[in-house]
């Protein structure tokens, strides 16, 4: 696996890569890699095409201090993953080659309601991040596919809206969300929790899966309100609940037989915030 620091040294070498008539998949993360990433990495090969994977804490994401800080950062565990896997190519610039100009001046994304529901209610300013890294990030990779996680489902349709903005040629394909055996969405925020609040984790999926099978049977504030007080005796605090029209996220107070529905979940295990979603 080849790694690269520098936008000009990764271009010139898949440029290479392009002239030899390769498709070019590409893998965003900000490391801390677990088998949720290594699905995408999989589905990028199943794919046919030359894999890139970046690493990048993006600090312009991050609308806690705290959890910038205190993000995972295993980078030699990382690369060996990577390899191990089959990656062609590892990104990882630093801070500066990603914003050669601040990171305060940056172009403004018109990403409308998406921006503000949820987790953009939650964590004002994440999307604007999120696009604004992803877009830069397709600059220097100019990849024909980009492979993304249905666990972060609203950044899933922010990014088809970037990609609608910006007009580039770039196919996304969604994988499905890597789990625990327990139901836990893998996520980089998982090593942060003790052995304790592992252990009620899990929880989260048992929710959205109880949501699941409560469809047509049961009014959903009534499930809603259950799985609230289930979580909240466990110690576990509720950000969201929330239905939503699969395809174009309007909110719902039902469940509703006419419309793809998916339910999404945020909820705090102490100061760790979990997120995770199903389509019911
Ligand atoms: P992150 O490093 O958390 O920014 O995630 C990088 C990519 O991996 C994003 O497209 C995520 O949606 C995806 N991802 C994270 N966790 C999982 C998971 N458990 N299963 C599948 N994809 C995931």
Redesign the pocket.
């Known amino acids: 696996m080849l790694i690269f620091q520098k936008e000009a040294d990764l271009k010139r070498h898949l440029q290479m890569v392009r002239d030899d008539g390769k498709t070019l998949g590409f893998?965003?993360?900000?490391?801390?890699l677990?088998k949720?990433?290594l699905?995408?990495i999989d589905a990028t090969i199943t794919q046919g095409d030359y894999v890139i994977c970046s690493i990048f804490v993006n600090p312009v994401q991050f609308n806690d201090a705290s959890d910038l800080a205190y993000y995972p950062r295993p980078v030699e565990e990382d690369i060996a993953m990577l390899e191990q896997a089959g990656c062609d190519v590892l990104l990882m610039p630093s801070v500066e080659e990603v914003y050669p100009d601040g990171l305060k001046v940056g172009k403004y994304y018109d990403l409308g309601y998406l921006e503000t529901l949820l987790e953009g209610a939650s964590r004002p300013g994440h999307f604007q991040g999120v696009a604004r890294v992803v877009d830069r990030l397709l600059d220097m990779v100019q990849p024909d596919n980009m492979?993304?996680?249905?666990?972060?489902y609203q950044?899933c349709m922010v990014l088809k809206e970037l990609v609608k903005l910006t007009g580039r040629k770039v196919t996304l394909h969604i994988?499905?969300?890597?789990?625990e055996a327990d139901g836990l969405?893998?996520?980089?925020r998982n090593r942060r929790l003790t052995e304790s609040q592992r252990a009620i984790a899990g929880l989260v999926y048992q929710c959205l899966v109880s949501i699941q099978a409560k469809k047509g049977i049961q009014d959903f504030a009534i499930v809603e309100k259950e799985c609230r007080e289930l979580l909240e005796q466990k110690g576990l605090r509720v950000d969201y609940i929330q239905l939503a029209d699969a395809e174009d996220l309007t909110l719902l107070k039902q469940y509703d037989d006419h419309r793809k529905v998916v339910c999404l979940m945020a909820v705090f295990v102490g100061d760790i915030r979990l997120i995770d979603n199903l389509i019911l």
């Not at 492979?147 to 972060?152: A, S």
């Open positions: 893998v965003p993360t900000m490391g801390a677990h949720g990433h699905a995408l492979y993304i996680g249905q666990k972060d950044q994988v499905a969300t890597t789990r969405a893998m996520s980089s």
